[in-house]
């Protein structure tokens, strides 16, 4: 069955699953990416942050697949928010990739508490990418509510997704709201917090029920919320059972079992978006 699409608020599509490539060794890369795309998947998420842009665009064209058939994301990196750096980042992305342009870009962290908390002036340098087409879409990662609302005074271009920890045990709700509200699709990263939340025993007994894994019924979860997500994995079997979310639902009982599980805050793995400030050497 096939991949579930979004439109985006500037018309743009998106495919709803992807594949993230977050801690996956530089070598080893071009290598996880061909094996997801000769899966199916069409959609890959990359970061600066994680140093293996030019794996991703080695497994693209490794796969023999069309770049145009592929919706790459990848995201600045926390030194390079002042304008001029973010100019010569992004065209290093690009040469990375070896592409003239990726489908969405985004700032990885607000970082608030750095560069004068002015996360508006690299938003607007975001916004150049994205009238010469060099960024199809453009958009932000771990940005709160107050972020938003500042781009949303002082900013042209609507952020097209928000980023941000989402799983069983983190609903974010306020955040995911906002961006409802706002035409801001929410991707959830860490869609299953790493693996933590699959020994649940509220997720086993579904996944049981139906005879699926707990993998499954998480990220089903997550595509029946409208979020879109990229789990990582670098075992071909996961990578092929994470693909097969679209030949069976969850019923509302079951995604209202999921949705309790929600911790608040204290469900967070990652870092809060309000204070993090690592920048990397
Ligand atoms: P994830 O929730 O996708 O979990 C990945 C880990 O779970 C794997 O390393 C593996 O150990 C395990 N796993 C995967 N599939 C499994 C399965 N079917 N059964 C059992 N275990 C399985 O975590 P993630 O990699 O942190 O997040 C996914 C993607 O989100 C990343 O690769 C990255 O692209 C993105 N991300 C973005 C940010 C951000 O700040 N914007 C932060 C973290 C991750």
Redesign the pocket.
């Known amino acids: 069955m096939g991949i579930a699409t979004l439109d985006l608020n500037n018309g743009q599509t998106i495919p709803q699953l ?7 060794e530089p070598e080893g890369t071009a290598d996880a990416v061909r094996q997801a795309l000769e899966v199916g998947y069409r959609h890959i ?3 600066q942050m ?1 140093g293996n842009e030019a794996g991703v665009g080695r497994g693209i064209r490794d796969a023999g697949v069309d770049r145009e058939d592929v919706f790459i ?1 990848s ?1 600045l990196n926390n030194g390079f928010h002042a304008p001029e750096d973010a100019r010569v980042a992004f065209d290093l992305t690009l040469s990375e990739l070896g592409t003239d342009h990726v489908d969405l870009f ?1 700032i ?2 607000p970082l608030p508490t750095l560069y004068d908390g002015d996360f508006v002036a690299t938003w607007k340098t975001l916004e150049e990418f994205y009238r010469a087409g060099r960024a199809r879409s453009i958009g932000v ?2 940005f709160q509510v107050n972020h938003l609302r500042r781009l949303a005074q002082e900013a042209d271009v609507v952020p097209a997704v928000n ?3 989402v ?1 069983p045990y983190l609903l974010n709700s306020e955040v995911r709201a906002y961006g409802a509200e706002h035409g801001i699709a929410t ?10 939340v ?1 020994a649940d025993p509220a997720i086993t007994t579904v996944a049981d029920r139906l005879g699926r ?4 019924v998480v ?1 089903r979860w997550h595509v029946q919320r409208g979020d879109i ?7 071909p ?3 092929q ?2 693909f097969e979310l679209f030949d069976f639902e969850l019923t509302q009982e079951d995604m209202a079992a999921v949705s309790a599980l929600d911790r608040g805050e204290e469900g967070r793995t ?1 870092p809060n978006p309000d204070v993090f400030d690592y920048v990397p050497a």
Request: proline residues 4%; glycine residues 10%.
């Open positions: 992807g594949f993230g490539v977050y801690q996956i998420d990359t970061a994680y994301t995201k985004l990885h962290w990662s771990n980023q941000i920890e799983h991707e959830a990263w860490s869609p299953i917090a790493q693996g933590g699959l894994t707990a993998a499954q990220l997500i990229f789990p990582k994995s670098t075992t079997s996961r990578i059972e994470n990652g």
